[in-house]
Nanobody
Framework: QVQLVETGGGLVQAGGSLRLPCAAS????????MGWFRQAPGKEREFVAT????????SSATSVKGRFTISRDNARNTLYLQMNSLKPEDTALYYC?????????????????WGQGTQVTVSS
């Protein structure tokens, strides 16, 4: 089992920044590929970014490319999402997810473990 806890959400003005950490426990973190997803009210959960086990490979959604950066610190068992130039359309519940694979993935169906989410609200 893997336990994931996201923090760092909050209310921010458009153009601002937030950093979301996701703390992992229960399994060797360096054996997990990780991802960030988000879900806005009335919408399906959507892919934000993903990172491979050693952090060498990343991928992000077109909507956040150039603004959001996914990273990880395997020594601290923590995943991060740095969000810059935030827009009102980034408002959502943000989830981190884990999969016991060397390959990162962009589909929610590919992930085995999920956190409870942290709310990000961007005001215009």
């Amino acid at each position: 089992q893997v336990q994931l806890v996201e923090t760092g959400g909050g209310l921010v003005q458009a153009g601002g920044s937030l950093r979301l950490p996701c703390a992992a426990s229960g399994r060797t973190f360096s054996m997990l590929s990780m991802g960030w997803f988000r879900q806005a009210p009335g919408k399906e959960r959507e892919f934000v970014a993903t990172i491979s086990r050693n952090g060498a490979l990343t991928s992000s959604a077109t909507s956040v490319k150039g603004r959001f950066t996914i990273s990880r610190d395997n020594a601290r068992n923590t995943l991060y999402l740095q969000m810059n130039s935030l827009k009102p359309e980034d408002t959502a519940l943000y989830y981190c997810a884990a999969r016991p694979s060397m390959f990162h993935a962009s589909s929610p169906d590919d992930y085995n473990y999920w956190g409870q989410g942290t709310q990000v609200t961007v005001s215009s």
